[in-house]
């Protein structure tokens, strides 16, 4: 494994540097992309960027609110089981190829970095073709087929968990880091929260987050334990977009001075993690890696079926989290939460989540950027 450091970085740093980004499909692999170009400028206040993701996903508001440039390519998805689209994602994943040798040709990039997603598939063997080094972002402990494809085109590869390092043996420079997090959660301010969301200062805080694609099956399991943790709590729930997420809740008239509904934060997001005694989350590495960094005690309910299963296991083979199914958060009674707030030792798993990860992963993945540019 290939661990050396960045030696000299002074001109690279000088220099005006063009990184292409491309993932997506959810916020996930998308929000680490935005903290490692956050912290690139700090570095090189001359950099330039571009985001290649799909048409129709979470991505493009998020980048553009970032101020960096977004172009929306054709994806398609290599899927395993029937359906119908098989016959014509192909020609999705053909179309995103010409269109992403196109942007790469145009934009000339230093360097090619992808969070996952098919539609970085494409975009990862254009860049080989006209020999851009290409760098994947590998942060779940599953590997997902997007990332594996790309390995043989990849000249890095950056990871969260060391047994996912094996499942890419073609890559010969592999680096572990720490969360990739927004300087938002590094300067996040507990006082802040109370005055931007209302809160109670003398109450602690129970917030519930599902992200934008998993946000509904977790709001119907948690619906009817609500008010038991409302006895000793105030809750704010993030129930997502979906006007089937709002109306869940208001058309069984939930009122309580101490419940904060609110569909999405886009500003504070960092204050609010940090005014939590427990985050309720899926278990996607970037909201993790944010509870990780902030030391938060955490309860995951991955999304079923998904790769998120085995982040949440790992971490909880580990004592650093509680992992629960969203099937059994479903017929938790009142008695189990009782013993749970009852037994629970504040701060003591999101000290354990903290020790998991090495520090400062978003300065590191810098590094490994500018020290890949440096070689040329």
Not at 91 to 113: A, D, E, N, S, T
Not at 307 to 334: C, D, G
Request: positive net charge; charged residues 20%.
């Amino acid at each position: 494994m290939n661990t050396s450091r960045l030696k000299n970085t002074k001109s690279v740093y000088e220099e005006p540097i063009r990184i292409l980004l491309t993932g997506g499909g959810s916020g996930g692999p998308t929000q680490p992309l935005i903290s490692l170009a956050e912290e690139i400028r700090k570095q090189n206040n001359s950099s330039k960027f571009l985001f290649l993701g799909s048409k129709n996903g979470p991505e493009k508001n998020m980048i553009e609110k970032s101020k960096i440039k977004f172009v929306p390519i054709p994806s398609g998805k290599l899927r395993r089981y029937w359906n119908w689209r098989n016959f014509i994602d192909p020609f999705f994943i053909l179309l995103g190829g010409m269109k992403g040798f196109f942007h790469l040709l145009h934009f000339r990039p230093q360097i090619v970095i992808s969070a996952g997603s098919f539609v970085s598939v494409p975009v990862a063997y254009s860049a080989w073709i006209l020999k851009f080094p290409h760098i994947i972002f590998q942060m779940d402990v599953r590997p997902g087929l997007a990332n594996r494809l790309m390995a043989p085109v990849s000249k890095a590869l950056v990871y969260y968990f060391e047994s996912t390092a094996k499942h890419f043996p073609s890559i010969s420079l592999k680096r572990k880091i720490g969360p990739v997090v927004r300087n938002e959660i590094y300067n996040s301010n507990a006082s802040r929260a109370n005055k931007l969301f209302g809160l109670n200062p003398n109450k602690p805080l129970i917030l519930i987050t599902g992200g934008g694609q998993g946000s509904y099956g977790l709001n119907q399991a948690i619906k009817p334990i609500l008010k038991h943790w409302l006895l000793d709590f105030q809750v704010v729930h993030l129930t997502g977009h979906n006007k089937k997420n709002i109306n869940m809740f208001e058309k069984s008239n939930f009122c309580h001075p101490d419940y904060h509904q609110i569909e999405v934060v886009h500003d504070g997001m960092g204050d609010l993690i940090n005014r939590s005694e427990i985050v309720l989350s899926r278990a996607g590495m970037g909201i993790v890696g944010e509870l990780s960094v902030l030391k938060k005690d955490s309860i995951l309910i991955p999304l079923p079926g998904t790769h998120q299963e085995e982040n949440a296991k790992f971490i909880h083979s580990k004592n650093a989290t509680h992992f629960i199914s969203q099937e059994s958060l479903e017929v938790l009674s009142k008695e189990w939460w009782n013993i749970y707030f009852k037994q629970r030792i504040p701060g003591k798993n999101g000290e354990k989540l903290n020790n998991l990860f090495p520090i400062g992963g978003t300065k590191e993945f810098a590094n490994v950027v500018f020290e890949i540019i440096s070689q040329g």
